[in-house]
T-cell receptor
């Protein structure tokens, strides 16, 4: 499989559940990202990982816990979420070193999350 | 802090028309600016990335320009087709980084056959 893949594509969970979103990139990139896209709001950057190290946490609540075990995989662990956390969660990757076209970000299809 | 605005929010044109989408940003100290396309319920597809040293980039029927001094970028689509219907997003980096992006709210484009 090529590009950036995300699983599951759809997830419904209760506020007391614990679930995880998975992202995998097959592009040989070293930077990975989590974004949140809520209805009628701009896409929001949540976390950035460069070479497995977290380099950005954009004031994300602790009920969202990212994990990057290697440069190809990124997880978002979810626990005690709120209904307002319902959104499309997008993963992206990029080369990870600055350069002419290497900042281009490639996105996965997203996980549609609904919190009841 | 970087703010990105896109105008118009929605646009409907007949097939074959040339069109321009606008993006403005408040912090002109950017390393690059990116344009993306998003189809309903899908992820984003990168269209063009313009480095700060460039004034424009072209890919097929798409041409993006960048004017840092005025804080503006435009995406020009030539000879529009129904398959161009999608939401177009621009994104500019913040905090002196090249990859921490602030996105605009997008322009929803509908090309009528």
């Amino acid at each position: 499989e090529t590009g950036v893949t995300q699983t599951p594509r759809h997830l419904v969970m209760g506020m007391t559940n614990k679930k995880s979103l998975k992202c995998e990139q097959h592009l040989g990139h070293n930077a990975m990202y989590w974004y949140k896209q809520s209805a009628k709001k701009p896409l929001e950057l949540m976390f950035v990982y460069n070479f497995k190290e977290q380099t950005e946490n954009n004031s994300v609540p602790s009920r969202f816990s990212p994990e990057c075990p290697n440069s190809s995989h990124l997880f978002l662990h979810l626990h005690t979420l709120q209904p307002e956390d319902s959104a499309l969660y997008l993963c992206a990757s990029s080369h990870g070193t600055s350069g002419t076209m290497q900042d281009t970000q490639y996105f996965g299809p997203g996980t549609r999350l609904t919190v009841l | 802090k970087q703010e990105v605005t896109q105008i118009p929010a929605a646009l409907s044109v007949p097939e074959g028309e040339n069109l321009v989408l606008n993006c403005s940003f408040t912090d002109s100290a950017i390393y690059n600016l990116q344009w993306f396309r998003q189809d309903p319920g899908k992820g984003l597809t990168s269209l063009l990335l313009i480095q700060s040293s460039q004034r424009e980039q072209t890919s097929g029927r798409l041409n993006a320009s960048l004017d840092k001094s005025s804080g503006r970028s435009t995406l020009y689509i030539a000879a529009s087709q129904p398959g161009d219907s999608a939401t177009y997003l621009c994104a500019a980096p913040y905090g002196g980084a090249t990859n921490k992006l602030i996105f605009g709210t997008g322009t929803l484009l509908a090309v009528q056959p």
